[in-house]
């Protein structure tokens, strides 16, 4: 198993494993043993009165226990970027410490009954959510670190402005997630130097944590609070920093699901160290855009106000994890989104683009590839396969160690540290907020949102929800570089229903019909060799759906029926 991606689950464990593990140690050979493990390491002297027990044992912790200091770094070749994450899961199955004080699933409680299955799995979702979201003290102890930040900028350039984006300009981010800022100003060359011997100097930065990082495609700053260990990066005139979180704020507003899932997405690629490029992850606003895009092409649409959250997570797996065509396929989003090839993209941003593995096309900037640094977008892909099957097999199993209410469902993809835990009661205690204090705000994003949307009016362009909403106005015939669009349908069986069409830029469109059973089938259209389908069919139970995906196929390709049913319980989504 790889350990960067996934642990033994609770049925794993038996007389079977530990064979099996035997055998793959034995096979990998010096690697797993003792000698690497820096515990075991020797002094550089061997004291006068020392013993061979005294050299080689391992540290021991106030409780007896041997005390690995530094968590998840010391295995399986462990490299510095994986010290540094409080998050980590990093080779969870030998450093269980990781979550031995909390057992790794805060958001459960002993008063809290959780479903069975699917319905199971929803509950945890919006526990996490719950849990996860910032606290008062986490809030005001990251606006003192901006306003540090911001008080040396303008004392070195008065005229600038400062402005914060990203994570915590949307109200998305995680107890460890790092704050974006971007410098506004006139300079002939950007004084990053200048900035960083003036953080230096005033005694925001630990010195060994910040970084210039000139040379990269979007210059940044890059460092480590002193006061509170939180990491944030400056950037310089970087003007679609404010749009994209005005951007993001449309799309919370328009899908209520959305916040839930980008937070349970992002933390489970946060622990597993595939949430920054320069990583070989993905970075947070490219994993946006796709649950955006997986929400906006979504056949039983993906507005509802009340999904079902559990099933949404899984499909979600299900299409980035297994069906999705990396190697042809674009991400569009404007427009109310659609699935592109990349031949298309490139035609638009020039002869020098060469499109990436995962291509997203910049909603704000035509011609512009978020993905195009994303190199290890196919480990992210493997990720989410692993967690398809793990999460899939756990609500449709019988198996008695996945059906105990007792064992968590999303804690065999997601668990949070003792370290995190211990950070955030550290916060709470630091920096405590009076019940009664009100507390500070930045100013919201919906103001700069209100002027792009005027701007965009006084120069006749559509903003992104009268885009979306017009694309949705019911249509009596195929419509070809749209949204999925919605009129009335009558099933083979007579049984009155929804019918959803979508489409695809390249002339290639796809039906969905519905009817009042939630019996789900697909009929598409081929035009140029593309298809827009999955072959699969699933039981009533399995409660996944038929989706619309781009592959190539030959132009003589034919499409089979799938069928899907809507989840028990609750709304589907």
Request: overall charge negative.
């Amino acid at each position: 198993m790889d350990p960067s991606i996934g642990w033994y689950q609770p049925e794993h464990y038996g007389p079977a494993l530990r064979l099996w593990n035997s055998i793959w140690e034995t096979q990998q050979g010096l690697e797993t043993m003792d000698l690497n493990n820096s515990n075991f390491r020797a002094p550089e002297y061997i004291p006068i009165n020392s013993t061979v027990a005294s050299v080689t044992e391992p540290k021991k912790a106030v409780n007896g226990q041997n005390e690995l200091t530094s968590g998840a770094d010391k295995f399986y070749n462990p490299t510095k970027r994986k010290r540094e994450n409080r998050a980590s899961t990093y080779a969870l199955n030998r450093n269980q410490h990781l979550i031995s004080q909390y057992g790794g699933t805060p958001w459960r409680t002993e008063v809290k009954h959780f479903r069975p299955g699917i319905l199971g799995l929803h509950d945890e979702i919006e526990e996490f959510y719950r849990y996860m979201q910032p606290t008062p003290a986490e809030h005001q102890m990251r606006l003192g670190v901006i306003q540090r930040i911001k008080d040396v900028i303008l004392g070195l350039w008065p005229q600038a402005e400062v402005e914060i984006f990203g994570s915590f300009r949307t109200g998305l981010y995680l107890p460890t997630s790092d704050i974006d800022v971007v410098v506004l100003g006139k300079w002939e060359t950007l004084p990053m130097w200048t900035l960083e011997k003036a953080l230096l100097s005033h005694g925001i930065a630990e010195p060994q944590s910040i970084k210039v990082l000139d040379k990269a495609s979007v210059p940044i700053v890059k460092l480590t609070d002193a006061k509170t260990t939180v990491k944030v990066d400056i950037s310089f005139n970087m003007n679609n920093g404010v749009k994209s979180a005005c951007l993001i704020q449309s799309f919370k507003e328009k899908f209520p699901a959305l916040p839930k899932l980008v937070l349970v997405l992002k933390q489970f690629l946060l622990q597993r160290d595939l949430n920054e490029v320069f990583t070989g992850g993905i970075s947070s606003y490219s994993l946006i855009l796709m649950t955006v895009s997986f929400l906006q092409l979504h056949p039983r649409g993906g507005d509802a106000p009340s999904p079902n959250l559990g099933t949404l997570l899984l499909e979600f797996f299900d299409l980035y994890g297994k069906h999705f065509n990396y190697f042809v396929t674009g991400i569009r989003i404007k427009d109310g989104g659609a699935y592109i090839r990349k031949e298309e993209m490139q035609r638009d941003a020039g002869d020098s683009y060469r499109p990436s593995i995962l291509c997203i096309e910049d909603p704000l900037t035509p011609g512009n590839d978020i993905g195009r640094s994303s190199y290890g977008a196919l480990t992210v892909k493997k990720a989410f396969e692993y967690a398809f099957m793990v999460l899939n097999q756990a609500v449709h199993s019988f198996h008695p160690a996945m059906s105990d209410p007792k064992q968590s469902i999303l804690g065999r993809i997601i668990r949070v540290t003792d370290e995190v835990i211990q950070y955030r009661q550290w916060i709470q205690e630091k920096f405590p907020v009076d019940n009664n204090e009100e507390l500070s705000t930045l100013p919201p994003p919906d103001s700069e949102c209100t002027k792009q949307e005027a701007s965009n009016r006084s120069h006749g362009k559509r903003t992104t929800n009268e885009a979306d909403s017009s694309s949705s106005t019911p249509s009596s015939g195929p419509s070809f570089g749209g949204s999925p669009q919605h009129t009335s349908a009558t099933g083979s069986d007579g049984v009155s229903g929804v019918r959803s069409q979508g489409a695809c830029t390249n002339g290639v469109a796809a039906v969905w019909a519905q009817d009042s059973e939630g019996t789900c089938e697909a009929n598409e259209q081929l035009t140029d060799g593309c298809q827009l389908t999955t072959s699969r069919t699933f039981s009533p139970s399995s409660e996944s759906f038929q989706r619309a995906l781009l592959r190539e196929q030959p132009s003589t390709a034919t499409v089979g029926a799938s069928q899907a049913a809507a989840p028990d319980g609750g709304s589907a989504t």
